[in-house]
């Protein structure tokens, strides 16, 4: 069994080097983009492609999850079903609650609400 | 007891159990996230992360810990070759580098501190303190790990057959490290 | 392909010396005991703390009996509590019950002994990271105990630690810190009962031919391996809270007995109880799965025929398991949420209902058309079946929010969980440890004393838990140290009488049992190998199985629950034989 992989090992370490070569473009790239100092919510949306991309490359080839069986994309799925849910709900109710938020530093602003 | 044939997913016990572990991993990293995300947004103001933390400190981290990655899974290559020379070589590298990522991430640290900004300081602080406190811990987590395999590879472990397999799943747990600064670095520093 | 390599990890591991057999066992079977005694320890100490808070309940302000004089003048002066002290024992029994009693029964006790012999193991998955999961819950156990001692007594937030309250009440940080230990055993536990369920079955033992024990404890881990982690980072942000004086939790402008909070502010409380719930919510299926588990197995032993629906119940479970994920805000129905999120939270609430009554009407048609035997386990399992049904039925108010606004925080909430929690769980888990006892120790309880207490029991613990559905609709609130305070309870005050009086007599019902279980561990009639005539792997090995478990590995040939197979010569066939006549 390991033979079988140490054969395939070697296919692979040009992989690595290829996901290697983006990981590093990619992150200059981010940072390069910071630089541009966007406002924040398309700040966040290009950040957050390009950190799932990289994400991504880690996950596919340095974890061998293009490789891997399908119980472990399963579990993996599941998690990240259940990661959204968990980030969904408190952000949602966040946003519904909004307009009863009084902020510590607008008390004026606490005065015009009442 | 022989070993007679079971009933099984053919994925080796301690791959699953990593795998396993690390979806929880991926909970407790989504929570600091979540919780990130809800108060930064409820709060009234919130400073931008380039102005108040060191982007090229930490974009030097984000090199060193990506480099990491490469070398660990170039350590598993090496025992799967059978090449000891090789995997003490890229394990070597492997601690070297996470140790830089510590070394640069108490400068940070330390520069916070001597500027009077603790945790306490802000909810902003707070957050960032927490986030990379924990991240940080795993770090030292994965080092002890990796230190142990190297030395273990050094001695009885090279013959261990279950060896190639906790190499692999060390990688795992790296990368995976790796994969949630690879997202705390943009959105703490970078947005 | 399979790794033969890994399966021979637990070979290498023989001990030969005390400490290793005994102390730091890597024996799942070892394991499981040091789990059940000690869970029964701290199932034991929770109960005495509610039967104080019961005299101050019945009797408020009086002095408490026998023990009053002994308690310290911190917490009881002239023998009657204080409020403080009221608190401390009202969130430490909660916690204490649930963490350290129930969970560590269900699935550290009954998990680890039983699952790796129902599906044919030798052991777990990682016999070492089983002793590790063990030191750590003990530490964890112990440090929530030690908390009454420290400065400041222990926690008093209630086991669901709402901040601010939570952050600048004193005996948190104590809790926040042994909770982190108790979810690290946690964790351990539930990679290896997944690892193990999926990767050490038996030869033949398919998914479909696992009993419904292992299937529960398998949805069960899941539940723990997922659900846990984000309580153990809302722990921390609160241990930042109390300890670096961030402000994860606390708001701006928080004014505490006439003085401003130091903390900047910036927090939400509201986070926590998201973050708390996302674990509280799964963790009560945890606490009723393995029970389930362990009824199905009694009742299709005792019923002398197969399960009905076994497809349909592990289904249910999954579906169970699944949806436990996504109902949690039905705790927070008063919190303020828009009415569109309690309203997602009111379908899926109303969603999981339906897997438990399939569940449950499978268990219940079980019954039909089998010779039914009338043992002590038999009869907890019976129990459970109404027992579970109230539970269930009564959470239905709690489960919308327009009937919820009014019974949220009364004693119809303590009186729906502790139906399914204590007439549910706890009477299965005695129904299991009767049943299971003879494999854990060669020898038999007294089945008369075993009747003796199940009657007892079932009748102080309805005593105790029917009033508080009249109670709490009548209003009364919960976790309140003097109920006569609010003048409405003056007409439901006798109620807690009867309640008191019935726990005090369920403790002493207990007596008898735990006389029977200790003694019939040395003393009691020795049996052989599978005195209740089960089908399952784990009765096909000896009582109590050696180490390795089975002599050769076994080989499945059939579903679990083959009784009363027409033409077959008895009313039973094991899993690993192979011939039916």
Known sequence: MSDHKAHSEAAHVKIYMMVFGALMVLTIVTVLVSYLHLPPALGILIGLAIATTKASLVATFFMHLKWERRLIYGLLGLTVFFMIVLFAVPIVDNHGLKPNIIHYDQPAAEEAHH | MEHAPVESTGIPNGKLGTWLFLASEVMLFATLFTSYIVLRVAAPSWPRGWDVLNVPLATLNTFILITSSVTIVMAHAKVLEKDKAGFRRYMFFTLLLSFGFLIVKSFEYASKFQHHHYPATSIFYAIYFTTTGLHGIHVIGGILFNAGLMIWGAGDGWEDPLFAGRVEYAGLYWHFVDIVWIFLFPALYLL | MKDHSEHGEHNGAHQDDFVGKYIFSVDHKVIGLQYLF?????????????????????????????????????????????????????????????FLGIVPLGVGAFGNYVLPLQIGAPDMAFPRMNMMSYWSYLPGGCLMLLSFFLPGGAAQSGWTSYPPLSVINPGQTTWLIAMVFLITSSLLGSINFIVTTLNMRAQGMTLWRMPVFVWAQFVTAILLLLAFPPLEAASILQLMDRVAGTSFYIPANLVVGGKLLDHTGGGQPLLWQHLFWFLAHPEVYVLILPAMGIVAEIIANNTRKPLFGYKEIVGAMIFLGGMSFVVWAHHMFLSGMTPALSNFFLVTTMIISVPSVALLTCLVFSLHGGSIRFTVPMLFALAFLPMFGIGGLTGLPLGMPVTDIYLHDTYYVIGHFHYVVVTGTIIALMGGTYFWFPKWFGRRMSEGWGKFHFWTTLLCMNGVFMPMFIMGMAGASRRLYDPTAQLHNLTTQPMNVVSTISAILLMTAQIPFLVNFFYSIFHGEKCDSNPWHVTTLDWACPSPPPHGNFAKPPRVYRGPYEYSLPGAKADWIPQDVKEAA
């Open chain 3, 38 to 98: 000690t869970s029964m320890f701290f199932l034991l100490f929770g109960f005495t703390l509610v039967l104080l808070m019961r005299w101050q309940l019945a009797y408020p302000g009086t002095r408490i009996p026998l023990i009053g004089s002994l308690l310290p003048l911190s917490l009881a002066p002239g023998g009657v509590m204080l409020p403080s002290f009221y608190n401390s024992l009202g969130a430490m029994h909660g916690t204490i019950m649930v």
